[in-house]
Nanobody, 128 residues
Framework: QVQLVESGGGSVLAGGSLRLSCAAS????????MGWFRQAPGKEREGVAV????????WYADSVKGRFTISQDDAKNMVYLQMNSLKPEDTAMYYC?????????????????????WGQGTQVTVSS
């Protein structure tokens, strides 16, 4: 079992920045992959950024590359998402998720369907 608690959402103007935090606890195995996902009203949940245990491998959605950075602090069991140059289209509920590796070689996928452990979400609203 994995517990995830997000924080750091809010409302900002376009071009602004926010830093999301995810506090994790529970099974280390089930936290081999950790990521941020988002869901806007009327849209499907989508992957934003994923990081593996140890931080050696990351994945980003094309829409956020160069603007968002995922990082982790293993000692504190925290995962962060630094969001810069925010756009109105970044407005969504942002979720932290965790699960084990998929496939061989072990991979942390960007698709939400591979993750079974989810936080409650934190709202990000970007206005123009």
């Amino acid at each position: 079992q994995v517990q995830l608690v997000e924080s750091g959402g809010g409302s900002v103007l376009a071009g602004g920045s926010l830093r999301l935090s995810c506090a994790a606890s529970g099974s280390t195995y089930r936290r081999s992959c950790m990521g941020w996902f988002r869901q806007a009203p009327g849209k499907e949940r989508e992957g934003v950024a994923v990081i593996n245990n140890g931080g050696a491998s990351t994945w980003y959605a094309d829409s956020v590359k160069g603007r968002f950075t995922i990082s982790q602090d293993d000692a504190k069991n925290m995962v962060y998402l630094q969001m810069n140059s925010l756009k109105p289209e970044d407005t969504a509920m942002y979720y932290c998720a965790a699960d084990s590796y998929v496939g061989w070689p072990p991979t942390c996928p960007g698709e939400p369907k591979y993750y079974k452990n989810w936080g409650q979400g934190t709202q990000v609203t970007v206005s123009s």
